[in-house]
């Protein structure tokens, strides 16, 4: 990471390892509750404040953006 100028750092990187990992925990986990509401709401046939397929898509969405934070934590970590 010394080829990286400090002010490109930042923008890189965000806030730090262990703030991108908390992120990502917050990620996936609301990316579990929303494929269970996904899940049940398809079960029952009725729509639990979203049709089931948008709860999906909320799910897939949550799970991308945490393995991105993942990822952006584990560079982070490594780089040092």
Request: glycine share 10%.
């Amino acid at each position: 990471m010394a080829e990286i100028p400090k002010d490109l750092r930042f923008l890189l990187f965000g806030r730090g390892a262990r703030w991108h990992a908390w992120a990502a925990i917050i990620q996936d986990t609301l990316g579990l509750v929303c494929l269970i509401m996904g899940i049940i709401s398809g079960a029952m046939d009725r729509a639990l404040g979203l049709e089931p397929i948008y709860w999906f898509l909320a799910a897939i969405a949550f799970i991308v953006f945490g393995l991105s934070a993942w990822i952006t934590a584990y560079v982070t970590a490594k780089e040092g």
